[in-house]
C-alpha cells in the first residue's frame, strides 16, 4: 500500500497530495482551484472506503459526480465498478486534478464545468446515478441540491448517493428525499470533526 507525502492509497484507488510535483506544477500555472477543491475532503474518504465494504450495485452505472473536486468519487467507481464517469464542478481549475487521478487509477472519466443549477433535465437523462460527497454546505446551496434532485428523477436518474459531515442545511436533502423518493439514510463508519458522517442513499 503507498503511504507516502505525494501519493495515498485506499484499498486499491490511489490519489495525490497537494505536493504532488504534478498538482504543484498545476497550481504554480495559474490553476489553484477558486472553490473549494484545493484539498481532498474528509467525507469523500469516508464514502469511498463504505462503497468498498459494502455492496451497492453500481456495476457499469453511468454516473455524474456533482462538485467533483479532485474526483476522487467518481475515478473510484470508474476503477471498481467499471462506471461510465462524467465529474463535474462549477471551477475548470479542479478537472485537470480529476483527469490526473483517472490517469494515476488506469481508468477514462468524462469532465464538466457545471454549477448544479447548470445540470438541466436534457443533461441529467444522460445517467443513472448521482453522486456527491460534502456539497451541500449553506441553505442556498441545499436548495439547488434539492431542485437537481428533483430535476434529476424526473430525467429519469435511479439513484443519488450524497454524504455529508452533518451540516444542518443538508436536513433539507434529506427531508425533500423522505417525501418525494424511496429514501434511506445511513451513519457512515468514522467521523469528520468529530460530527457522524450520513449518507442520503434516495431511489425514485
Avoid at 474526483?71 to 483527469?99: N, R
Avoid at 483517472?102 to 477514462?108: C, M
Wanted: charged residues 20%; aromatic residues 8%.
Amino acid at each position: 500500500m503507498i503511504q507516502n507525502k505525494t501519493v495515498k492509497q485506499v484499498h486499491n484507488f490511489k490519489y495525490f497530495t497537494g505536493s504532488h510535483p504534478k498538482i504543484r506544477a498545476h497550481y504554480l500555472a495559474g490553476n489553484r482551484p477558486t472553490e473549494f477543491g484545493n484539498k481532498v475532503w474528509a467525507t469523500s474518504l469516508v464514502l469511498l472506503n463504505y462503497l468498498h465494504e459494502r455492496n451497492f450495485d453500481l456495476k457499469n452505472k453511468r454516473v455524474l459526480e456533482i462538485g467533483c473536486g479532485q474526483g476522487l468519487l467518481g475515478v473510484y467507481l470508474a476503477q471498481e465498478f467499471d462506471c461510465q464517469v462524467t465529474c463535474s464542478d462549477l471551477d475548470p481549475h479542479v478537472l485537470p486534478i480529476a483527469q490526473l487521478h483517472a490517469e494515476l487509477n488506469g481508468v477514462v472519466i468524462q469532465t464538466r464545468v457545471a454549477s448544479f443549477n447548470d445540470l438541466k433535465e436534457t443533461d441529467l437523462k444522460e445517467f443513472d446515478l448521482i453522486i456527491g460527497a460534502e456539497v451541500c454546505y449553506s441553505e442556498q446551496v441545499a436548495q439547488d441540491i434539492i431542485s437537481l434532485i428533483k430535476r434529476s428523477f424526473a430525467s429519469g436518474v435511479s439513484h443519488i448517493l450524497i454524504a455529508d459531515p452533518g451540516r444542518p442545511d443538508f436536513d433539507d436533502c434529506i427531508e425533500y428525499c423522505g417525501r418525494n423518493s424511496t429514501s434511506q439514510i445511513i451513519d457512515l463508519p468514522g467521523t469528520v470533526n468529530g460530527k457522524v458522517t450520513k449518507l442520503l442513499s434516495a431511489m425514485k
